[in-house]
T-cell receptor, first 112, second 113 residues
Framework: KQEVTQIPAALSVPEGENLVLNCSFT??????LQWFRQDPGKGLTSLLL?????REQTSGRLNASLDKSSGRSTLYIAASQPGDSATYLC???????????FGTGTRLTIIP | NAGVTQTPKFQVLKTGQSMTLQCAQD?????MSWYRQDPGMGLRLIHY???????DQGEVPNGYNVSRSTTEDFPLRLLSAAPSQTSVYFC????????????FGDGTRLSIL
């Protein structure tokens, strides 16, 4: 059974710093991995989707990497801003399985 | 640019009552799904559909029913509400064959007294 872990559960950093969020998964036979952002009281917004054949994806200040062999993904946020404060969730889709398995998220606070 | 629309946004029920959570998407996505989000447990899949007329159970289907009569709509029915079903419910959709990201609605916050 796939399990997804995100550590730490919460992170506070000063504005302007670069930061890395971590996601680990137990079964490396994944179809893709997705990073989401969730603001309080809101739904999930997809940030980046990495297919199993890819090593990384970039969008603006965000860069997500995938290392299937070690069961890890990282989300790199450059030059953090207060507007980046949110909970960040990663989710994996396994082959032959329609569901996404979610981590419990990292709550990020950017301090002005 | 509606995307995935869920109604209602908030609901309070008494134990034993039934209700339907509505979900509609305007992106012509084949896949639709329902998740519940509980503190410390992440999102868990309740039911999903790979196309009109086709539904299947997810990880936590007990106490819930779904149907998919059209591509656009995927309602979730609580048959007899229980306090354990107090949660935030999210509907999601994505293109067929999982070729794109999942799109989520803003959620329905449900309390069962």
């Amino acid at each position: 059974k796939q399990e997804v872990t995100q550590i730490p559960a919460a992170l506070s950093v000063p504005e302007g710093e670069n930061l890395v969020l971590n996601c680990s998964f137990t079964d490396s036979a994944i179809y893709n991995l997705q990073w989401f952002r969730q603001d309080p009281g809101k739904g999930l917004t997809s940030l980046l989707l990495i297919q199993s054949s890819q090593r990384e994806q970039t969008s603006g200040r965000l860069n997500a990497s995938l290392d299937k062999s070690s069961g890890r993904s990282t989300l790199y946020i450059a030059a953090s801003q207060p507007g980046d404060s949110a909970t960040y969730l990663c989710a994996v889709k396994d082959f032959g399985n329609e569901k996404l398995t979610f981590g419990t998220g990292t709550r990020l606070t950017i301090i002005p | 640019n509606a995307g995935v629309t869920q109604t209602p946004k908030f609901q309070v029920l008494k134990t034993g009552q039934s209700m339907t959570l509505q979900c509609a998407q305007d992106m012509n996505h084949e896949y639709m799904s329902w998740y519940r989000q509980d503190p410390g447990m992440g999102l868990r899949l309740i039911h999903y559909s790979v196309g009109a007329g086709i539904t299947d159970q997810g990880e936590v289907p007990n106490g819930y029913n779904v149907s998919r009569s059209t591509t656009e709509d995927f309602p979730l029915r609580l048959l007899s509400a229980a306090p354990s079903q107090t949660s935030v419910y999210f509907c999601a959709s994505m293109p067929g064959q999982a070729i794109g990201p999942q799109h989520f609605g803003d959620g329905t916050r449900l309390s069962i007294l």
